[in-house]
């Protein structure tokens, strides 16, 4: 069983940068494939970023050249650098991460407003 945990939300202003952590316990973290996800109020939870085994990564068209993912096996934890954040991006941010199971962590709140 993978506990995750999402850590790193905040209050920032328009253009203002934040990262994201979430931090996996419980499994080979390095055999899975975690993702980013974001849930804003009133809307259907939509894909931001994900990074693979191999450490190849995908965007959301929303976030390409803003966010960067990435991953660090040694300690288990998978990051989301967010830059020139927008009003927009408000949202619960929750990583998931895929191998055989999928999990969910319990999500961080991002509010970016002036």
């Known amino acids: 069983q993978v506990q995750l945990v999402e850590s790193g939300g905040g209050l920032v202003q328009p253009g203002g940068s934040l990262r994201l952590s979430c931090a996996a316990s419980?499994?080979?973290?390095?055999?899975?494939?975690v993702g980013w996800y974001r849930q804003a109020p009133g809307k259907q939870r939509e894909f931001v970023a994900v990074?693979?085994?191999?450490?190849?990564?995908s965007y959301a068209d929303s976030v390409k050249g803003r966010f960067t993912i990435s991953r660090d096996n040694a300690k288990n934890t998978v990051y989301l650098q967010m830059n020139g954040l927008q009003p927009e991006d408000t949202a619960v941010y929750y990583c998931?991460?895929?191998?055989?199971?999928?999990?969910w962590g319990q999500g961080t709140q991002v509010t970016v407003s002036s």
């Open positions: 990074i693979g085994r191999a450490f190849t990564t």
């Open positions: 998931k991460a895929t191998s055989y199971d999928t999990y």
């Open positions: 419980g499994g080979v973290f390095s055999g899975y494939v």
